[in-house]
């Protein structure tokens, strides 16, 4: 299953069959938040989390 909208916490849990109990989805919310200081996750509002844009590497002439 994947989405293409952002994503809360305990819905990503639920996609992925992992527990939903506060321990289980605090922990994947953690993870989260290190994926959108690396730039790999967008939260786009607080507590929603989507893949982030790609940027495409630009061809410049050397």
Known sequence: MFATDAMRAKDVCLALGVGTAPKDTEGLRAMLKRLVARQILAE???????????????????
Do not use: E, R
């Open 44 to 62: 786009t509002q607080p507590g929603l989390f989507a893949l982030a844009p790609t940027t495409t590497p630009s061809t410049q002439d050397p």
